[in-house]
């Protein structure tokens, strides 16, 4: 229920990530709730939520503007993060938001250790938990590590950046020494340095999580598996479900390594995959600070991640939490897509109950922005198509004359 002169929930970052975040905390009945972002993006469209537009998610600039919106916030705001720009400016400048935002985050310092691939894998290992060999690679005259990793590998980026995200995927799989080099070569002249890791073998369906809210009262978690990725098994999260069948397994160990490393507050997670040559669970990567899109699964399933972590920054009593885990969240389009390309059919665990990621009867203003821009991004794929075909015949008619 909403509580009178209760602080405002406020998202810092929108997407499928944001979104999920407004929609558990509407279920809880959370209100008001913000979402801070650029214009048109689909968590703003919520019914749910109110819109407050900034130039950037940078440094002291995007700091200065959230302090701005919070006069329009008379009982203060809890802030989560579904982006990781914005938390690693709030985290870096928290001096100055901390007396104005309440919010949940590890010391700077741990924070950029957990999102930097090398240096989590550095921390892990140290603490004798289950990961692959991983190198970071950053110059050309390193790639000779390539030869002492088994084959195949998984090739990714160190850290999330436009010069990355612009021209390569999330993550790959090569099957040759050759192959790696070219791609890692490639990745060295965008960004500079690249993750080569021994791929960890597996099917689709083979890739858990488990999502946490680790505070001063007893630590939350939830566990879940994704049915598809897309693309699949290097993409994001097309479609999951809980996990119970493995959630003391997993959150025991999850909770290990973040208390090992000193995480003891905030929202932290962990992917896992399952290796198909002995069964065992192997980290994948962890996300710090902030929310993964799979939050909303957890809501889904009575285990509402995002309502604790309210109530412990608003100073209100935990909800009670109780595991329903028959219902499954899909990322409609791309699940879809991500069975096709594996050849197969959009398949679920049964008697469960589906939630798309965009379209909701009572809240469908994020589907339709969702089909607008698909369809204005496959326009313009064509456009281009056309305009490329046509400039090339002008070429060959003026040679021709």
Not at 3 to 31: E, M
Not at 261 to 266: C, F, P
Not at 315 to 325: E, I
Not at 364 to 378: K, S, Y
């Amino acid at each position: 229920m909403t509580v009178d002169a209760a602080p405002t929930a406020v998202v810092l970052g929108g997407g499928t990530n944001g979104l999920s975040v407004v929609r558990s905390l509407a279920q809880a009945g959370i209100r008001p709730i913000v979402v801070v972002d650029t214009p048109y993006d689909i968590a703003s469209m919520s019914r749910y939520a109110r819109r407050a537009v900034v130039s950037g998610f940078e440094g002291r600039g995007f700091v200065s503007e959230l302090l701005r919106l919070r006069a329009g916030m008379p009982h203060g705001g809890v802030l989560f993060f579904a982006d990781d720009r914005p938390l690693l400016a709030v985290s870096q400048y928290r001096d100055s938001v901390a007396p104005w935002f309440s919010f949940e985050l590890p010391s700077h310092e741990l924070l950029v250790d957990l999102t930097l691939k090398d240096r989590f894998f550095r921390l892990a290992r140290q603490g004798g938990f289950p990961v692959p060999a991983t190198h970071l690679v950053k110059s050309r005259s390193e790639l000779n590590v390539l030869q002492g990793l088994r084959l195949p590998l998984c090739v990714k980026p160190n850290s999330r950046s436009p010069a990355y995200d612009g021209s390569f995927k999330k993550a790959y799989r090569v099957e040759t020494l050759a192959e790696a080099r070219l791609l890692c070569e490639r990745v060295l002249d965008a960004v500079g340095e690249v993750i080569v890791q021994e791929w960890i073998e597996g099917t689709n369906d083979s890739i858990f999580f488990c999502l946490c809210y680790l505070g001063p009262g007893a630590s939350v978690c939830f566990t879940g598996r994704k049915g598809r990725s897309f693309p699949p098994q290097t993409g994001w999260t097309a479609s999951c479900w809980a996990a119970p069948e493995v959630a003391g397994e997993l959150e025991d160990l999850t909770i290990r390594f973040f208390r090992s490393v000193g995480l003891t507050n905030g929202f932290a997670s962990m992917e896992y995959k399952r290796d198909g040559r002995d069964g065992s669970f192997r980290f994948v990567e962890p996300t710090v600070g902030r929310t993964d899109l799979q939050v909303e699964l957890s809501a889904l399933c009575g285990i509402n991640l995002c309502h604790v972590g309210y109530c412990d920054a608003a100073g209100q009593a935990r909800p009670k939490l109780s595991l329903d885990p028959t219902h499954v969240w899909r990322d409609e389009f791309r699940d879809f897509l991500a069975a096709r390309m594996l050849g197969t059919k959009c398949a679920y665990p049964p008697k469960h109950r589906i939630h798309n990621a965009y379209w909701r009867w009572d809240d469908p203003g994020p589907a339709m922005l969702e089909v607008a821009q698909t369809a204005g991004n496959a326009l313009h794929r064509v456009a281009t198509r056309v305009l490329k075909t046509t400039e090339s015949s002008s070429s060959r008619s003026r040679l021709a004359d």
